[in-house]
């Protein structure tokens, strides 16, 4: 008797345990996507910045703001000194201004949530891309767009690889583009 209560047990018992298990993993990966891939995530920031605005309705050059990006592996994350050229004298009074503007009178750098990330081990460099022609929206989106910026693209090796084979019919506009590197040390150094 003992033996068929087990047996019966088991029978009922490990479906119902396999379903949880299965249901969890499914929810898990749905529920993770955007820290998998980053598609959705947008923190907030310590200061409400609208692309829309500035890069938008103002029409403000990216590299403006980010003026690395044509010498540097990094786009740079812009110094308070760099907003405040127009801020000392534009919307001085505005609740965002004005906590822009402790920063930049108490020499502090803004704690800027960075929205755009690859892993460690994996090297991209902005100059590269963006001095041959491909623009800031192939990666980041259309950030004139939006009031708050977040990642629009995969930043996953699948995605850079798709674009580096496929470069000259993704990147159709631009002039003389060829297939990117495909070898593993072009972007794990």
Same mark, same amino acid.
């Given at each position: 008797? =003992? ?12 479906? !119902? *345990? ?6 969890? &993993? $499914? %929810? ?8 998998? #891939? ?21 029409? !403000?050059? +990216?590299?403006?703001?980010?003026? @690395? ?5 990094? %786009?740079?994350?812009?110094? $308070?000194?760099?907003?405040?050229? +127009?801020?000392?004298?534009? /919307?001085?009074?505005?609740?965002? !201004? $004005? ?6 009178? #108490?020499?502090? %750098?803004?704690?800027?949530?960075? *929205?755009?990330?690859?892993? #460690?081990? &994996? ?7 963006? =001095?041959?022609?491909?623009? +800031? ?9 939006? #009031? ?9 090796? %699948? ?6 084979? =496929?470069?000259?019919? /993704?990147? &159709? ?5 060829? /297939?990117?590197?495909?070898? +593993?040390? @072009?972007?794990? /150094?």
């Amino acid at each position: 008797m =003992n033996a068929f209560r087990l047996d019966h047990t088991l029978k009922v018992r490990v479906p !119902i *345990i396999l379903f949880v298990v299965l249901v969890s &993993a $499914v %929810a898990t990966f749905y529920v993770s996507r955007s820290e998998r #891939d980053g598609i959705g995530y947008a923190p907030v920031q310590p200061i409400a910045f609208s692309h829309r605005l500035h890069a938008g309705t103002m029409r !403000i050059d +990216c590299q403006y703001c980010h003026t @690395a990006v044509t010498m540097s592996p990094h %786009a740079n994350v812009p110094a $308070v000194s760099v907003c405040m050229n +127009c801020h000392t004298v534009a /919307r001085k009074t505005a609740p965002e !201004i $004005v906590k822009l503007t402790k920063y930049y009178d #108490d020499g502090v %750098a803004l704690p800027w949530k960075r *929205i755009h990330k690859l892993p #460690d081990y &994996a090297y991209f460099n902005h100059s590269v891309h963006v =001095n041959k022609g491909i623009g +800031c929206v192939k990666c980041h989106g259309t950030v004139e767009n939006l #009031d708050v910026v977040m990642q629009v693209n995969q930043f996953t090796m %699948a995605a850079c690889l798709d674009c580096h084979r =496929n470069a000259p019919e /993704r990147l &159709a506009d631009v002039p003389g583009i060829r /297939r990117g590197p495909e070898n +593993c040390w @072009a972007c794990h /150094r």
